[in-house]
């Protein structure tokens, strides 16, 4: 009964993440075809560097790192993390994590993010993660920001959740107000507009 209802689980979570990627892009390409000036998609690397988790041990155990790696479309991040929960042991995870740009006001944004994974060498093997972050776009390709969260992890057993706190650094495409990805290739589709209307006149 418990595996099945973990498949019926990770199905709703598939066809949900699927639904939302299907919205950004339809989102995306609509508005990319009134502005030039934004790009579709680009690769993005998200790291979280530290991280403490609000469990009762040393501080070695309570340390949550990991990197993620993927591809952005319009105000959503698609990604793949690799991480591990504590430094003095090796509890690593993989993850498919999807964050949604809920809100942008000039530099500042406002994330929020839904996860799937799976814990090695652990009793509790299947992981959740739901977070909010609040990121600062500081440079042209870099965001800084700090997240708020919690996991969640079930296992034939047992189940049990952690909250954590921590720093992240984006690098990537910046966003624009609309939630639009700004940077070199927009740039560079507007000039050739730019340069096809000029010799479209020139005819």
């Avoid at 995306?28 to 998609?41: P, R």
């Avoid at 990537?172 to 340069?195: A, W």
């Amino acid at each position: 009964m418990e595996n099945k209802f973990y498949k019926t689980l990770k199905k709703i979570l598939l066809l949900s993440h699927f639904f939302i990627f299907y919205t950004i892009v339809v989102f995306a390409q609509t508005n990319n075809q009134e502005d030039s000036s934004t790009s579709f998609s680009a690769y993005y690397v998200r790291m979280n560097p530290i991280g403490i988790a609000s469990d009762v041990g040393k501080f070695s155990s309570k340390i949550v790192q990991n990197v993620e790696i993927g591809k952005s479309f319009g105000p959503l991040d698609l990604g793949l993390t690799y991480g591990r929960f504590a430094i003095s042991d090796s509890t690593n995870f993989v993850q498919f994590r999807s964050t949604f740009d809920a809100s942008q006001l000039g530099i500042f944004s406002s994330e929020f993010a839904i996860g799937v994974g799976k814990v090695f060498k652990s009793t509790t093997p299947l992981m959740f993660e739901v977070s909010t972050t609040l990121m600062a776009q500081v440079s042209k390709n870099i965001g800084i920001g700090a997240i708020i969260g919690s996991y969640d992890f079930i296992g034939e057993n047992a189940q049990f959740n952690k909250s954590f706190y921590g720093l992240f650094l984006r690098y990537g495409l910046l966003r624009t107000e609309g939630g639009l990805l700004q940077g070199r290739i927009g740039k560079r589709l507007g000039k050739r507009t730019t340069s096809k209307k000029m010799k479209t006149r020139r005819i």
